[in-house]
């Protein structure tokens, strides 16, 4: 307790401080030593987070996706987050353009809105006009790569102390994990490739819709991109059944057909990150959070589906060993499986249905709950940190679903999807599109 006592001293310096992720610390561990109520708690946190910019919010969605890490009270809110921050003023953005482009920055563009069209974690984006194209143009808010550094130590240090209140979830790998990804995001030109990957892998869709990147206005630290006209996603809730299942099978093959096609995944699905025309196309956004997974990896999650449809312990030792987890037995399975059937459940009736039926937020919940007092029984687990963004995905898309309300035969669609699927064809695609958007070489 006395190490305890002296983990909290070193969170309230660092709140004193005002830094975010010492906020977040110092409210956690408040509420897990201090027995503090979790509604009002979270509830406060949340409005601690919605006026900061910074990585902090990004880092409050991974951890809200992870099973039982974070009390029920905690995901409900910080699932919600936003970025809210007051933008930077028009002098600011003038000094921030100069320092991308030079002096003579504003030549470049037919004209440049002083006012933001939308705020992101990391930056803000104004519309532009370039060689008689609307563009968008996100720039980096200054000193995010000190912010982004002060943040995932302080990430490091709750997760230290989370481990001496609760050992049943080793947090390890899932700290090494978003640590990484945070910190790609700073990085505009990389993001730009993904744009480029992602544009490759849909070159044959009509459906979904990527933006084109404008080489010569991009630096590190500013994207200028194609502006893609649609409407956010909640506008077309009260369309018709028809509409809606068309924009729900859209959006599963934006998320789905990447990831059993590629290996690839977009890592943040939220509800800022997408749009839709009036044709029900799909606008991806935000490509700032990409996962390469090796094709193994594809074919572990594909073989765990078939393991639970048919309730296969040694297709499901296999499919974990695949996905990362160590020192499998068959109470691990089990405990595990609890969590793999939410996830999968939609997919394993050949009928038409509603996604949320199972998958929905309380459903989650008592799952989690569940998978958490069965783990701690035995000791605890070191999830793999490829586990953090494809849970992520599921649960940010299940989201989606929920709110389109759509009934379609998800069994169907899956299946269709990882037919004839073989590990060299997958590996062969991904080094072909990697190539072509000039991405380091993964494997």
Known sequence: MDELNKFSKRFKRYADLGTS???????????KVFNKKHKENAEELTKVLGNLKGPIMKIAQLLSTVPDLLPQEYISELTKLQSSAPPMGWNFVKRRMKSELGSNWEKEFIFFEKEPFAAASLGQVHMAKFKNQNIVCKLQYPDMLSIVEADLNQLKLIFSIYKKIDSTIDTSEIQKEISLRVREELDYKREKNNMDLFTSIFSKSKNIKIPKAYDEICTDRLLCMSYLKGKKLLNFKKRSN???????????NAWYYPFYKFGIIHGDPHLGNYSANDNLEINLLDFGCIR?????FVKGVINLYFAIMNNNEELAVHAYESWGFENINKELINILNIWAKFLYSPLLEDKVRKMQETN??????????????ELKKIGGVKPPKEFVFMDRAAIGLGSVFLHLDAEL???KVFNELIDNFKEKELLKKQQNVLKKSKLVKFL
Request: glycine fraction near 6%.
């Open 242 to 252: 028809s509409e809606r299942k068309t924009l729900a099978l859209n959006m599963f």
């Open 21 to 31: 992720a010492g906020t977040v610390a110092l409210n956690f561990i408040g509420t």
């Open 292 to 296: 390469i997974f090796k094709p193994s």
């Open 409 to 411: 035969n998800w069994y």
């Open 360 to 373: 929905s937020t309380a459903y989650g919940a008592e799952a989690a709950t569940k998978v958490h007092k």
